[in-house]
């Protein structure tokens, strides 16, 4: 059955250090693999996308993703948090067949000042 | 991407009555879809809306329960009919574009 972990609940970085956000699926074949962010009270906002090609995906706000098979790995990471990259933070596994999403329980970052 | 606009943004609605969520999306749209999330949870998908075809429900959420429309390409309902407390939560709809879905805002609603 497909699904996805995101094994830290909370982090907590310094503003202007690095972040990585940790993600792995199981899927059958190589899934549709996204990271969305959502602010408080807000919807989902989509940051990058992973269909197939280059492993390493850039998205918007400066994160970037790398797909890794060999670990069923979706990691995003960011060079340098900004006070404004606070947020929760879902990966999702999406069927190539129904489009159908799976959604990890998230993570929410804090930014420190 | 898509422009997704939901209505309401937010309700504050009493045990046993029933509420319509609308989802307007600004272009046409064969796939939407909609999810629950419940307070501090991930997003669930409640079902798959398609124009032209009934809702496909997901396991755990019934038709009686969750009644949707899709009378048009940009256009869906969903109503979560005789709410309890259990039922407060974020509802969003997403339309696919491409590969992708894209998120509404969501509907925040309390069942008192």
């Known amino acids: 059955a497909q699904s996805v972990t995101q094994p830290d609940i909370h982090i907590t970085v310094s503003e202007g250090a690095s972040l990585e956000l940790r993600c792995n699926y199981s899927y059958g074949a190589t899934p549709y693999l996204f990271w969305y962010v959502q602010s408080p009270g807000q919807g989902l906002q989509l940051l990058l996308k992973?269909?197939?090609?280059?492993?390493l995906v850039q998205g918007i706000k400066g994160f970037e993703a790398e797909f890794k098979r060999s670990q069923s790995s979706f990691n995003l990471r960011k060079p340098s948090v900004h006070w404004s990259d606070a947020a929760e933070y879902f990966c999702?596994?999406?069927?190539?067949?129904?489009?159908?999403?799976?959604f990890g329980t998230g993570t929410r970052l804090k930014v420190l000042a | 991407s898509a422009v997704i606009s939901q209505k309401p943004s937010r309700d504050i609605c009493q045990r046993g009555t029933s509420l319509t969520i609308q989802c307007q999306v600004d272009?046409?749209?064969?796939?939407m879809f909609w999810y629950r999330q419940q307070p501090g949870q991930s997003l669930t998908l409640i079902a798959t809306a398609n124009q032209g075809s009934e809702a496909t429900y997901e396991s755990g959420f019934v038709i009686d329960k969750f009644p949707i429309s899709r009378p048009n390409l940009t256009f869906s309902t969903l109503t979560v009919s005789n709410m309890s407390p259990e039922d407060s939560s974020i509802y969003l709809c997403s339309v696919l574009g491409g590969d992708t879905q894209y998120f509404g805002p969501g509907t925040r609603l309390t069942v008192l």
């Open positions: 992973y269909f197939s090609g280059d492993t």
């Open positions: 272009s046409q749209v064969t796939m």
């Open positions: 999702a596994v999406g069927d190539t067949g129904t489009y159908k999403y799976i």
